[in-house]
């Protein structure tokens, strides 16, 4: 089945402990990207990859790091999380530029 | 960052009803998409535009590329239970990155048996 794999589902952490929350897709996509969603502000950008080894800003990107050293991973990295990050992350991919974006399931992340 | 303005914010109807919503933008776009959000799902997307005055259809759901290319609607026909959920329109800038996808606030519609 084609689809978008983000681990984990749910996921509480404390303030300042390294975290990854990975994103998987088998759909051999060239564009993937991170989104937080939060009440009221709908879906924000915060890094999308348009292939390997290139990626770029969204507009929400500090705090996170991303990586793309394959076409079908783009790991969401957050070195020192802070409560301010707490929100719902969805991973997303598209074939082309021309595409709309195919989601994950989401990830849910409270940081305390 | 820039941003999508989507209306209405939320809506109540009965079912059988139709419904509209749109999305405006300051600046041009050269693609419109529309998505639904099911509780506890990501986003999956419902009809996508790339041209201006473009309008297409997707079973009962109408969406339109706004002719100056600053906006977007969509239009549900005939509404069933199964159309609740938070719908959002998305788009990509002229002048931006193919891969930076804007997304609006949301509609969340609830429908009425």
């Known amino acids: 089945e084609a689809q978008v794999t983000q681990n984990p589902r749910y996921l509480i952490t404390v303030t300042g402990k390294k975290l990854t929350v990975t994103c998987s897709q088998n759909?051999?996509?060239?564009?993937m990207s991170w989104y937080r969603q939060d009440p009221g502000l709908g879906l924000r950008q915060i890094y999308y990859?348009?292939?390997?080894?290139?990626?770029d800003k969204g507009d929400v990107p500090e705090g996170y790091k991303v990586s793309r050293k394959e076409k079908r991973n783009f790991p969401l990295i957050l070195e020192s999380p802070s409560p301010n990050q707490t929100s719902l992350y969805f991973c997303?991919?598209?074939?082309?530029?021309?595409?709309?974006?195919?989601f994950g399931s989401g990830t849910r992340l409270t940081v305390v | 960052g820039q941003q999508l303005n989507q209306s209405p914010q939320s809506m109540f109807i009965q079912e059988g009803e139709d419904v509209s919503m749109n999305c405006t933008s300051s600046?041009?776009?050269?693609?419109w998409l529309w998505y639904k959000q099911d509780p506890g799902e990501g986003p999956v997307l419902l009809i996508a535009?790339?041209?201006?005055?473009e309008l297409t259809s997707n079973g009962r759901l109408t969406a339109q590329f706004g002719i100056t290319r600053k906006d977007s609607f969509l239009n549900i026909s005939a509404s069933i239970p199964s159309d609740v959920g938070i719908y959002f329109c998305?788009?990509?800038?002229?002048?931006?990155?193919?891969?930076?996808?804007?997304f609006g606030k949301g509609t969340k519609l609830s429908v009425k048996p």
């Open positions: 997303a991919s598209s074939l082309d530029r021309g595409f709309g974006y195919t």
């Open positions: 759909m051999n996509h060239e564009y």
């Open positions: 990859s348009m292939n390997v080894e290139v990626t």
């Open positions: 600046s041009i776009f050269n693609t």
């Open positions: 535009l790339y041209k201006a005055g």
């Open positions: 998305a788009g990509r800038n002229y002048g931006g990155s193919q891969g930076n996808l804007i």
